[in-house]
């Protein structure tokens, strides 16, 4: 399952080479839910906005982020 993170505006993070922060959303594949959650954490600490499964993620949301998704 694709798990969709969004960060906040001073969130910005630096994980093999790529750099993730608000212009992106960022897309976990997980088992589910909570361990896709558990990724953000151990990549992101505290410092992410929220999750969606692809279930609740609304496509036209991608408009507010002008790097795309980027795979974690």
Known sequence: MKIYITLGQDHIHKVGGMVYDKDCVVVIE???EESGRQIAFDNFGKKWFTS???NNWDETKLR????????L
């Open 30 to 32: 997980a088992e589910d």
């Open 52 to 54: 969606y499964t692809e």
């Open 64 to 71: 507010y982020y002008p790097r795309g998704y980027k795979e």
